[in-house]
T-cell receptor, first 114, second 109 residues
């Protein structure tokens, strides 16, 4: 167990709705990354937060947004949900950017958009 | 653009050895990771290479050649529980990890 916890584990939404996913990072880790993993694919980088600031973003539209809080926990928000947003959303925490950068993943939040 | 290639599927027999290859073309390189992911679970860290050569960790070894943009993961003495997807990921200079699509390994008795 990595110590990274995500909630909810499963949820179902309809097109056009909004969703918020939450992540508590491993103790001592100040960097949180979010990934989207479609069925049968590798994780795709959404964005990364370091000390409450966005520190890099992948090729995702602005309706994907995030926050990191002073305790280093994080939220992923997705507005105007589309069917293709159905995926496993993985949160990963890591230590300072100076280390190897090994990511510790949570179990993920599986989102289904109908 | 970023490109990471690995075979989609592989099969092997219990007790055998299997090598999963990964080639990459990325704008920047700051290390290569291998992760294991069982169906419906989160990826778990297997190995990290930043310098050329072989890193051995028990039944698993990982090799890197930066000049060739190539890595492989070697699994020895295969067990049924090794049936999983194996993800190759490159860490860019920006500390972002780019993943390949994963290689689904099935181990048969």
């Amino acid at each position: 167990e990595t110590g990274v916890t995500q909630s909810p584990t499963h949820l179902i939404k309809t097109r056009g709705q909004q969703v918020t996913l939450r992540c508590s990072s491993q103790s001592g880790h100040n960097t949180v990354s979010w990934y989207q993993q479609a069925l049968g694919q590798g994780p795709q980088f959404i964005f990364q937060y370091y000390r409450e600031e966005e520190n890099g973003r992948g090729n995702f539209p602005p309706r994907f947004s995030g926050l990191q809080f002073p305790n280093y926990s994080s939220e992923l928000n997705v507005n105007a949900l589309e069917l293709d947003d159905s995926a496993l959303y993985l949160c990963a925490s890591s230590g300072t950017l100076a280390n190897t950068g090994e990511l510790f993943f949570g179990e993920g939040s599986r989102l289904t958009v109908l | 653009g970023q490109n990471i290639d690995q075979p989609t599927e592989m099969t092997a027999t219990e007790g055998a050895i299997v090598q999963i290859n990964c080639t990459y073309q990325t704008s920047g390189f700051n290390g290569l990771f291998w992760y294991q992911q069982h169906a419906g679970e989160a990826p778990t860290f297997l190995s990290y290479n930043v310098l050329d050569g072989l890193e051995e960790k028990g039944r698993f070894s990982s090799f890197l050649s930066r000049s060739k943009g190539y890595s492989y993961l070697l699994l020895k003495e295969l067990q049924m529980k090794d049936s999983a997807s194996y993800l190759c990921a490159v860490r860019l200079n920006t500390d972002k990890l780019i993943f390949g699509t994963g290689t689904r390994l099935q181990v048969f008795p």
